[in-house]
């Protein structure tokens, strides 16, 4: 007894076919099945076997009507038969003239050792069949007559052109006579015309059961026709008496190196539109292969492989077309494609992603590349020339994928393809310590990778942390915040303290009866002045806070203010006279100012130098102390016009409160901590907390570069 191999002693299916159900038992359940078909399975299994003619309706009515349609004074002289075009097991095409439409047409008759009652019957079935379908891939039948010896002639459009069969691995013929150089999408628009009609003859109710390359032919002008409807049946009652019923059709019938399980034959009836569904898949097979999709060198082995169907897609093919042929040559129907016009648009949308593919296999070239570039010893070097280098491979590959997903945005390759390429620049970014290019790049991806969100959000922290700290620097050392009241207030007390000298020393004594010339009195008027510059500070404190240079600049006044009441406080207690104590009072004032010269403003250097000099000069003449202070201080006024002037003017201008320079990274330090708190919250590939907000709503950085400490107009 011959059992069926081991792999394939299951089928797929839990609703397999119960002729298949059988078969799982032994092989020689089907084989006794098979009959006198055995020997021609095995011989000769890409020949077509047809089925034993049953006495019928359909069969009685065949000859019936072969007598209505053929009067005995008509036979032989509507068609003059001519040269031999092509020839079957029991048939033979002929080009002939139809006299009645002086026009050359084909004859299909039966062979002169074929003429059997049974091959009258089947030849007429065939006629009847194709006839009853008007199909630009199906070709008309014109009429029926008979010869003189009263063989029925079959009078068809004449079609000048080749087996599919012929063309289907003949890349260079169908350059030549169809211009196209793409043979594989030549090969599926074929069976893409072959669907059409075999979707027509289902919508007509008829199946076809033959449907092979060589029942295929293609016209001169690339048109294609589905021939050979000589075993087709009907699954309509109404086909009763002319067209063979599918549920009658129990007996092996096909070719059996293409046939579906079902087709086997069996107790009862199991043929469907979907049985055609797997012949236009087994030819799909074969132009993927190069094979037919049922071969052996025993019948046990051809039967076997019907059985498991569907055989094993070689190497190399596209997926989607693999995938595709699979489920049309399923062994269980129902798994199959609803029909022969699904089976169709799964094709047409292969060929619609085709180019999306090509695109995506080039793009995929560009990233290999790009990987191999990034996994060098020196990926994350500075260089500029490397950095645009390795850019423009990024923009490259990311283009073609882009390109690929416009023609098919489903393209699985290329949605991969665009996130690795974009995750492996984030890692290069992130390893240079460029966050905000990072974070561009990670945009992109609709769902970028988790714990790469992580690091990215995490440097973008990093670097909002220190760009808050360059914040808060920068703003502190801006001359031209608060640069209108800093010149006010400069003028103001440049203004007091310039006229004080003169006037109190010589209205001071006056008012309060002290000698010309004391150290008490040189404490009130400094007081005085102290008392002043804490008025003016306090009315502007909002601007004079504001950034720390300024407060540096307002401490440093009071300060040297106070420190000048103080040494006054001690020369007098110590008995100092007052020409050393003012002497040095300048001391004081060139010291402060050459600190605040080289600490905080660098353009003090003239009133630095003015009381240097003013120091050297009362020391030699002492008598002229007055005009003396009186000039360094005018000298310190004008110093903080020509530093200030212009930037105030321009404020003033403007009505603003500073002038229109680039502006500084907005960074919320509040937001920046709570934003690395939820990220150390985080459990290891955990998602944050859904009552966080997300770090990237939380800070947004604007790596702006920030404007110089000194503005031209400050």
Not at 182 to 210: K, Y
Not at 568 to 581: A, K, M, Q, S
């Given at each position: 007894m011959l059992r069926l191999p081991p792999q394939l002693s299951a089928t797929p299916h839990d609703s397999a076919l119960p002729m298949i159900d059988a078969a799982q038992q032994s092989l020689d359940a089907v084989l006794r099945t098979l009959a006198v078909d055995a020997d021609t399975i095995q011989r000769a299994p890409s020949r077509t076997i047809e089925p034993a003619l049953l006495p019928d309706e359909s069969a009685k009515r065949a000859l019936e009507l072969l007598q209505a349609i053929t009067p005995?004074?008509?036979?032989?002289?509507?068609?003059?038969?001519?040269?031999?075009?092509?020839?079957?097991?029991?048939?033979?095409?002929?080009?002939?003239?139809?006299?009645?439409?002086?026009?050359?047409?084909?004859?299909?008759?039966?062979?002169?050792?074929?003429?059997?009652?049974?091959?009258?019957?089947?030849?007429?079935?065939?006629?009847?069949?194709?006839?009853?379908?008007?199909?630009?891939?199906?070709?008309?039948?014109?009429?029926?007559?008979?010869?003189?010896?009263?063989?029925?002639?079959?009078?068809?459009?004449?079609?000048?052109?080749?087996?599919?069969?012929?063309l289907m691995d003949d890349p260079e013929?169908?350059?030549?006579?169809?211009?196209?150089?793409?043979?594989?999408?030549?090969?599926?628009?074929?069976?893409?015309?072959?669907?059409?009609?075999?979707?027509?003859?289902?919508?007509?109710?008829?199946?076809?059961?033959?449907?092979?390359?060589?029942?295929?032919?293609?016209?001169?002008?690339?048109?294609?026709?589905?021939?050979?409807?000589?075993?087709?049946v009907s699954m309509r009652i109404e086909h009763t008496g002319r067209i063979p019923l599918a549920r009658h059709a129990t007996q092996m019938a096909g070719t059996p190196c293409y046939m579906a399980p079902e087709m086997l034959g069996g107790e009862h009836s199991l043929l469907s539109e979907r049985t055609d569904v797997y012949l236009l898949g087994a030819m799909l097979y074969e132009l993927l292969s190069g094979t037919v999709p049922h071969g052996g060198a025993?019948?046990?082995?051809?039967?076997?492989?019907?059985?498991?169907?569907?055989?094993?897609?070689?190497?190399?093919?596209?997926?989607?077309?693999?995938?595709?042929?699979?489920?049309?040559?399923?062994?269980?129907?129902?798994?199959?494609?609803?029909?022969?016009l699904q089976f169709k648009l799964a094709l047409e949308s292969f060929l619609r992603h085709r180019g999306s593919r090509q695109l995506a296999r080039q793009a995929a070239g560009r990233l290999r590349e790009l990987l191999r570039e990034l996994e060098r010893p020196d990926a994350n070097s500075e260089s500029d020339e490397r950095h645009l280098h390795l850019h423009n491979m990024f923009a490259e590959c990311r283009f073609a994928f882009r390109e690929s997903l416009k023609e098919w945005p489903d393209n699985g390759a290329a949605i991969e393809g665009i996130r690795r390429a974009t995750a492996a620049m984030v890692e290069y970014e992130l390893g240079l310590g460029d966050a905000k290019a990072a974070a561009t790049?990670?945009?992109?991806?609709?769902?970028?990778?988790?714990?790469?969100?992580?690091?990215?959000?995490?440097?973008?922290?990093?670097?909002?942390?220190?760009?808050?700290?360059?914040?808060?620097?920068?703003?502190?050392?801006?001359s031209a915040t608060g640069a209108r009241t800093r010149v006010l207030l400069g003028l103001i007390m440049g203004f007091i303290w310039t006229l004080s000298p003169l006037a109190l020393s010589r209205w001071l004594p006056e008012m309060t009866g002290m000698?010309?010339?004391?150290?008490?009195?040189?404490?009130?008027?400094?007081?005085?002045?102290?008392?002043?510059?804490?008025?003016?500070?306090?009315?502007?404190?909002d601007s004079m806070s504001k950034t720390k240079l300024n407060r540096q600049l307002m401490s440093s006044v009071?300060?040297?203010?106070?420190?000048?009441?103080?040494?006054?406080?001690?020369?007098?207690?110590?008995?100092?006279?007052?020409?050393?104590?003012?002497?040095?009072?300048?001391?004081l004032w060139f010291?402060?100012?050459?600190?605040?010269?080289?600490?905080?403003?660098?353009?003090?250097?003239?009133?630095?130098?003015?009381?240097?000099?003013?120091?050297?000069?009362?020391?030699?003449?002492?008598?002229?102390?007055?005009?003396?202070?009186?000039?360094?201080?005018?000298?310190?006024?004008?110093?903080?016009?020509?530093?200030?002037?212009?930037?105030?003017?321009?404020?003033?201008?403007?009505?603003?409160?500073?002038?229109?320079?680039?502006?500084?990274?907005?960074?919320?330090?509040?937001?920046?901590?709570?934003?690395?708190?939820?990220?150390?919250?985080?459990?290891?590939?955990?998602?944050?907390?859904?009552?966080?907000?997300?770090?990237?709503?939380?800070?947004?950085?604007?790596?702006?570069?920030?404007?110089?400490?000194?503005?031209?107009l400050g």
């Open positions: 005995s004074s008509a036979r032989g002289r509507a068609v003059h038969v001519g040269e031999l075009l092509g020839q079957g097991g029991m048939g033979e095409v002929l080009l002939a003239d139809q006299v009645s439409m002086g026009r050359k047409v084909a004859v299909k008759r039966l062979k002169r050792e074929a003429t059997t009652e049974a091959n009258t019957i089947k030849l007429l079935q065939e006629a009847w069949v194709t006839g009853y379908m008007e199909h630009p891939n199906i070709i008309p039948v014109y009429d029926i007559t008979v010869d003189a010896s009263g063989t029925p002639l079959i009078l068809l459009m004449r079609i000048e052109g080749t087996q599919w069969a012929h013929t169908v350059r030549q006579r169809f211009n196209d150089s793409d043979l594989l999408e030549w090969n599926l628009r074929v069976l893409m015309q072959v669907c059409d009609a075999v979707h027509f003859a289902h919508t007509r109710g008829i199946i076809h059961r033959d449907l092979k390359p060589e029942n295929i032919m293609i016209g001169e002008l690339g048109e294609v026709y589905a021939v050979d409807w000589g075993i087709a025993k019948l046990p082995d051809i039967v076997a492989s019907i059985i498991s169907s569907p055989p094993p897609i070689p190497d190399g093919v596209p997926h989607e077309l693999g995938r595709i042929c699979r489920r049309a040559m399923d062994a269980d129907p129902k798994q199959r494609f609803e029909s022969a790049l990670l945009s992109g991806l609709e769902q970028p990778p988790t714990e790469l969100r992580q690091r990215v959000e995490e440097a973008q922290l990093v670097k909002a942390a220190e760009q808050l700290r360059v914040n808060e620097i920068v703003r502190d050392n801006d000698t010309r010339e004391s150290h008490l009195g040189m404490i009130y008027s400094t007081g005085g002045l102290l008392l002043v510059g804490v008025g003016f500070a306090w009315w502007a404190r009071m300060f040297t203010l106070l420190a000048q009441m103080v040494m006054n406080l001690v020369c007098g207690v110590r008995g100092i006279d007052i020409e050393t104590t003012m002497t040095l009072n300048f001391f010291t402060i100012a050459g600190i605040v010269s080289l600490l905080l403003e660098h353009r003090f250097w003239l009133a630095t130098l003015g009381y240097f000099v003013a120091l050297f000069v009362v020391t030699f003449l002492p008598e002229y102390r007055y005009w003396i202070m009186s000039a360094s201080h005018l000298l310190l006024t004008i110093n903080v016009l020509i530093m200030w002037g212009p930037t105030a003017l321009e404020l003033i201008r403007r009505g603003e409160d500073r002038p229109p320079y680039p502006k500084l990274p907005e960074v919320d330090g509040a937001l920046i901590r709570s934003g690395l708190t939820s990220l150390r919250e985080l459990a290891p590939g955990g998602e944050p907390k859904p009552d966080k907000r997300t770090v990237s709503e939380q800070v947004v950085i604007d790596q702006t570069p920030p404007p110089p400490p000194r503005t031209p």
